[in-house]
Nanobody, 124 residues
Framework: QVQLVESGGGLVQAGGSLRLSCATS????????MGWFRQAPGKEREFVAG????????YYADSVKGRFTISRDNGKNTVYLQMNSLKPEDTAVYYC?????????????????WGQGTQVTVSS
């Protein structure tokens, strides 16, 4: 059973930064592609960023490109999302997700494992 646990969410002013972490259980983390999604009230869950199993490729939604950075530390079984220049429209519950590397990153159905989510609120 793979478990994903997010942390690092909170309340921040517009223009500020947060770093989300997602700690995973299991010995095969290094073989998983990982992603971050978010879901705002009344909206569908949307892709934010993805990273290949070895960290060699990263993928971003246009809305966060240049502001967010996804990274991973396979030695610590952890994936990160550094969020800079935050905007009120970034307010959402952020979810970490994992999959056996399918080569697809952008849709929730591409992922098998999910965390419980962490709230990010950006005030104007």
């Amino acid at each position: 059973q793979v478990q994903l646990v997010e942390s690092g969410g909170g309340l921040v002013q517009a223009g500020g930064s947060l770093r989300l972490s997602c700690a995973t259980s299991g010995r095969t983390f290094s073989s998983y592609a990982m992603g971050w999604f978010r879901q705002a009230p009344g909206k569908e869950r949307e892709f934010v960023a993805g990273i290949r199993w070895d960290g060699g490729r990263t993928y971003y939604a246009d809305s966060v490109k240049g502001r967010f950075t996804i990274s991973r530390d396979n030695g610590k079984n952890t994936v990160y999302l550094q969020m800079n220049s935050l905007k009120p429209e970034d307010t959402a519950v952020y979810y970490c997700a994992g999959q056996y590397s399918s080569g697809r990153y952008y849709y929730p159905e591409d992922y098998k494992y999910w965390g419980q989510g962490t709230q990010v609120t950006v005030s104007s």
